[in-house]
């Protein structure tokens, strides 16, 4: 098992879209759209970059494998190592196609053309999804009710992983105003609905980690972190094969 990154690099998934894009001397070249999720397995396939200026690029838009991205923290932004040559012939999404229509063939040759090795998915790639369409996806219980929604998923910025769901549960032991970090392991995506499911109970949750109003859903430390996977009893995120 090895140790990857620190909860300091957490970061909102909605602060992630708009995040500047470096060249390898620190000179910016573009930002991150969008991130494009697997639902089933909680990492980041790739994120969707746009390339104003850089070749002139501004319309279309370049699926990049996240382990090329290296997040800068005196930049405030991601480093990427990238010739304007390999842009010149990379995959890219053209105008008006969907960022989630993706199938096995295109994930395939996006990696292999920039020699990436392909994440491993637990489903197909149609369980790909945008960042900021699993912001208000809906969550529901173990049979089937509607017990509340995604505010925000916390990124790991170093490795790609989500560390976990931030959800609020309107109704639910009628709590609305705080919000819960939930591991993500723990969130099951179904077709339909359209939503995850999460099995637990009022009794749980009563006692459950919580965020306060007003308190930071990025301000967490190891120590936090370790309370919310302790107490659900999930492997932490951090500890990967």
């Given at each position: 098992m090895t140790e990857h990154g620190t909860t300091s690099?957490?970061?909102?998934?909605?602060?992630?879209?708009?995040?500047?894009?470096?060249?390898?001397?620190?000179?910016r070249i573009g930002k991150v759209e969008r991130l494009v999720i697997d639902k089933a397995?909680?990492?980041?396939?790739?994120a969707v970059l746009s390339f104003g200026g850089f070749l002139g690029i501004g319309a279309d838009h370049y699926p990049i494998p996240w382990p090329m991205l290296d997040y800068d923290e005196k930049l405030g932004g991601y480093r990427v190592d990238i010739t304007e040559e390999q842009l010149k012939n990379a995959p890219k999404i053209e105008q008006g196609e969907s960022w989630e229509q993706a199938n096995g063939d295109r994930g395939e040759e996006v990696h292999g053309y920039w020699e990436q090795p392909a994440p491993v998915q637990?489903?197909?790639?149609?369980?790909?999804?945008?960042?900021?369409?699993?912001?208000?996806?809906?969550?529901?219980d173990a049979r089937g009710k509607r017990i509340g929604k995604v505010e925000r998923m916390m990124i790991d910025k170093l490795t790609g992983r989500i560390a976990?769901?931030?959800?609020?549960?309107?109704?639910?032991?009628?709590?609305?105003?705080?919000?819960?970090?939930?591991?993500?392991?723990?969130?099951?995506?179904?077709?339909?609905?359209?939503?995850?499911?999460?099995?637990?109970?009022?009794?749980?949750?009563?006692?459950?980690?919580?965020?306060?109003?007003?308190?930071?859903?990025?301000?967490?430390?190891?120590?936090?972190?370790?309370?919310?996977?302790?107490?659900?009893?999930?492997?932490?995120?951090?500890?990967?094969?």
């Open positions: 690099s957490l970061i909102a998934s909605d602060r992630v879209e708009g995040t500047a894009v470096y060249d390898a001397h620190g000179k397995s909680g990492c980041v396939a790739y637990e489903r197909q790639t149609s369980s790909l999804i945008t960042s900021d369409r699993v912001e208000g996806m809906p969550v529901y976990y769901a931030i959800l609020s549960f309107g109704g639910f032991l009628g709590i609305g105003e705080d919000h819960y970090p939930i591991p993500w392991s723990m969130l099951t995506y179904n077709e339909k609905p359209d939503g995850f499911q999460l099995d637990i109970t009022e009794e749980q949750l009563k006692n459950a980690p919580k965020i306060e109003q007003g308190e930071n859903w990025e301000q967490t430390n190891r120590a936090r972190n370790q309370n919310v996977y302790d107490y659900w009893e999930v492997r932490y995120y951090w500890l990967v094969e």
